[in-house]
């Protein structure tokens, strides 16, 4: 087999195991900032992109007020017993919300809402005997 001599070649490989919390905490955390990123532009009144115009809002305006929740496996965490959602003023109070959530996932507390959920969905995979 012949490759091109400008290809840097090295013998490192892709590790054979990830830890699930750490990897469960950095997927949310991504999609936290993302929804940050849209919010941020929202507030400017910048255009939001095609792609991000196509991402599920995490949040929303009742009565005058905001609510956001924080979504895994497309449902909400519950992020206190019976408490699904944030409420808050304006946008700016979101995104100080998606923040401080997203320090909270970060610092573990939400690991084990995680794995119920991860368990949940890895159960509709498997095959009914």
Known sequence: MSLDKSL??????????VDRKLARRSRITSRIQTQIQILEKV????AVTREERRLPKWWWMENGTYFVSIFYTRKPIELAKGKWAIHCKNIDAIIDALKSVSKTIGEGEFDAAMEG???????NFKKSA
């Open 8 to 17: 840097s070649l090295v013998s490192a490989t892709k590790p054979a195991l």
């Open 117 to 123: 959920m991860a368990v949940k969905v890895r159960q």
């Open 43 to 46: 507030k400017t009144g910048e």
